[in-house]
C-alpha cells in the first residue's frame, strides 16, 4: 500500500509544481498590480502600507516550484531507495555470497572439464 501512495504522490507531482507556478504568477501579478496603483497614486502614497506579504508569498511559491523534482527524477528517488534498502538487506548479502560461490564451483567444474576434454 505504501508504494501505490507514493507512485499517486509521483503522479500528481507536475499537477502540484503547475499549481505552485501558476500561484507565483498570480501573486507577481498582484504585487505588480498594487505597486502600480501605489505609484500612480503620486509621491505623497506612503508606500510603508504596502502588504509585503504579497511578494514574499509570490518568491516561496516559486522557489517551491523550482526545488519540486520532475517525475522522471521523483521515480528514480524512489528507486534509488528501493536499492539501497534491497542492498542493505542481509538476506540479499548472504544469498549474494552463496550465488557467487555457486557461480564459481560451476565454473572450477567447467575449466576442469574443458582441461580434461584437450
Do not use: H, R
Request: with cysteine; charged share 15%.
Amino acid at each position: 500500500m505504501e508504494l501505490a501512495l507514493v507512485v499517486y504522490l509521483i503522479g500528481i507531482l507536475p499537477s502540484v509544481a503547475n499549481l505552485f507556478v501558476g500561484l507565483c504568477v498570480i501573486f507577481s501579478a498582484l504585487t505588480a498590480i498594487v505597486l502600480l496603483v501605489y505609484s500612480l497614486a503620486g509621491e505623497g502614497q506612503d508606500l510603508g502600507k504596502f502588504p509585503k506579504w504579497i511578494p514574499i508569498v509570490a518568491i516561496s511559491l516559486g522557489f517551491v516550484a523550482a526545488i519540486l523534482p520532475s517525475e522522471k527524477t521523483a521515480y528514480m528517488m524512489t528507486a534509488a531507495y528501493v536499492t539501497q534498502k534491497v542492498v542493505e538487506s542481509p538476506q540479499v548479502g548472504e544469498v549474494g555470497s552463496k550465488l557467487l560461490q555457486a557461480v564459481n564451483n560451476n565454473l572450477d567444474k567447467v575449466i576442469t572439464e574443458a582441461e580434461k576434454d584437450k
